[in-house]
């Protein structure tokens, strides 16, 4: 059996698969500009410059494309948490030094845009969104006890839920420049999600059964990062509810890509302990699959009903 390896040591290891990783990312990345992607002339003043202060009427979003907007904003806005997770895990040597400073750059300019593109167009309060994000910031972002395995198997996952979630919020903002957007976001995130997701793959091949292990920790723990803002619950519904993402989603686009790319079930490297991981994780999909297919169930449901109240309300 394999002797277990110490963060250094794995990042020694896989410190050539992340020179090539950075490569790649560079080569493959768009320069692209947040004002390009904000209508700017839709903007005014608010009252503090003699204009007009934020009023619901004015905005044309609707309360699930809002949650959405909201829950991935401040989670963008939290850019310094994560930095600081990578960066620590990672270090500020060579590859991995010179990722953690471009991923850093790349990630601010989601807040950035999608912020300006709020603001100007009025889709939410510009006070309550200021006041979350003092707030969801200030708590910061607690991992917990995690290792440099934990670490990037979670953003693997991480960013390929958040490039579906921005995908899907910019269809649900019924607005062609938000689409846009949020389409340009969702690029970098599925990039970014790439890096992670072939370091880990890596990893896989110099310590099989401590990144099953990694992995089957992430996944029975995933977490979306919103968790511990305000009003997470109320929003993570909406957005469960309006396909924004779901537990469907969350299974056949992020999970099972991944676990497929990386040949999953059908390595034959494991140890025991590997073994023991991979079977955990099959009980957990399983359990996944089942419980995606209640809450599809329990949403076909609640959509019926909300119909007929409509249609009852518009009859009355
Ligand atoms: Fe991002
Ligand atoms: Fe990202």
Request: without cysteine; proline residues 9%; aromatic residues 18%.
């Given at each position: 059996m394999k002797r277990t390896l110490t963060d250094r040591e794995l990042l020694t290891e896989l410190e050539g698969v992340a020179a090539r990783e950075v490569d790649r990312h560079l080569s493959m990345a768009k320069e692209w500009h947040?004002?390009?992607?904000?209508?700017?002339?839709?903007g005014r003043n608010f009252a503090a410059l003699g204009g007009v202060d934020w009023d619901p009427?004015?905005?044309?979003?609707s309360d699930t494309a809002k949650a959405a907007m909201i829950t991935n904003l401040l989670t963008e806005d939290n850019l310094p948490s994560y930095h600081r997770e990578i960066a620590q895990h990672?270090?500020?040597?060579?590859a991995w030094g010179t990722w953690v400073g471009r991923w850093t750059a790349e990630e601010n300019k989601h807040s950035v845009v999608m912020r300006d593109y709020l603001v100007v167009t009025r889709g939410v309060d510009p006070v309550a969104l200021e006041r979350a994000r003092m707030d969801h910031m200030t708590a910061g972002f607690d991992p917990g006890d995690n290792g440099m395995l934990d670490s990037v198997s979670y953003v693997t996952f991480q960013e390929l839920a958040t490039r579906v979630s921005h995908r899907n919020t910019g269809k649900a903002c019924g607005d062609p420049i938000a689409d846009r957007m949020l389409a340009r976001v969702a690029a970098d995130e599925n990039l970014h999600m790439m890096f992670y997701r072939n370091i880990v793959e890596a990893a896989l091949d110099v310590a099989p059964d401590q990144a099953a292990a990694a992995i089957c920790k992430v996944l029975t723990h995933f977490q979306m990062p919103g968790a511990g803002m305000a009003n997470f619950r109320r929003n993570a519904v909406l957005i469960a509810k309006g396909g924004i993402y779901d537990l469907r989603q969350h299974l056949d686009e992020v999970v099972q890509p991944v676990l497929r790319k990386w040949k999953f079930f059908e390595?034959?490297?494991?140890g025991p302990e590997g073994e023991r991981h991979r079977d955990e994780i099959a009980l957990f999909l399983d359990d996944l699959a089942d419980k995606a297919v209640t809450f599809e169930e329990a949403r076909d449901r609640a959509l019926v009903r909300d119909a007929r109240r409509a249609e009852q309300e518009a009859t009355a």
């Open positions: 947040p004002h390009d992607y904000v209508p700017w002339d839709d009427e004015q905005s044309a979003l990672f270090s500020r040597d060579g390595r034959t490297d494991f």
